[in-house]
C-alpha cells in the first residue's frame, strides 16, 4: 500500500482536481444524473472556478501518493461538504475519511462553536458518508438534475 499524504490544495492543482473529479463522476455518479445535471456538475468543476473559490477561502484537501493526486475534499461555508472523491485504485483504503477528519479539524479551529457537518449525498456516496457518521435528515432530492439525500454529522467535541 501507498503512503498517503494529505495536504492543503496549492495553486495549479485545479487541473489535475478536475481530472480526478471527473474520472470519478463518470465511472460512478453520473449515471444517477439526467443531461442537465451532468452539465451542472461538469461547471461546478470547471478548473477555473475550482481555483476562484479557492481564493475566497482555501478550503481544498487533496491526497497524494507516489506524486499522483488521489483524493480530494472541498468544504463550503465551513460546513458543508461539496466534493469528496478518491480514485478507484485507491477506495477502500480510508483516505476519504482521512480528507474528511483533518477537513473538519480545520473547519474546529476555524470555528470552535461548529456543531454540525451536511452533505447532499449522491446515491453512490450515501454508505461511505453513513461509514463517516452522517445520518440523513431528508428524503433522496433533485435540483438542476442532481440527485441527493441530505445528510448531517453532529460534531462531539
Not at 487533496?62 to 466534493?83: D, F, P, T, W
Not at 435540483?143 to 441530505?150: D, E, S, T
Amino acid at each position: 500500500m501507498d503512503i498517503i499524504k494529505i495536504e492543503s490544495y496549492h495553486n495549479g492543482q485545479e487541473i489535475e482536481i478536475n481530472k480526478l473529479i471527473k474520472k470519478v463522476y463518470d465511472e460512478f455518479v453520473a449515471i444517477d444524473y439526467t443531461d442537465e445535471g451532468n452539465k451542472f456538475f461538469y461547471d461546478w468543476i470547471e478548473p477555473s472556478k475550482i481555483a476562484e473559490r479557492q481564493k475566497k477561502q482555501n478550503n481544498i484537501l487533496v491526497a497524494i501518493a507516489n506524486s499522483k493526486l488521489v483524493g480530494m475534499i472541498e468544504i463550503r461555508e465551513n460546513k458543508y461538504i461539496s466534493l469528496l472523491f478518491v480514485d478507484k485504485e485507491y477506495q477502500g483504503q480510508g483516505i476519504a475519511k482521512k480528507l474528511f477528519y483533518k477537513s473538519l479539524k480545520t473547519c474546529i479551529k476555524r470555528d470552535a462553536t461548529l456543531e454540525k457537518f451536511y452533505v447532499h449525498a449522491s446515491p453512490f456516496s450515501i454508505p461511505i458518508y453513513i461509514k463517516l457518521g452522517f445520518v440523513e435528515t431528508d428524503i433522496m432530492q433533485e435540483q438542476f438534475g442532481i440527485k441527493y439525500l441530505p445528510m448531517e454529522m453532529k460534531i462531539y467535541k
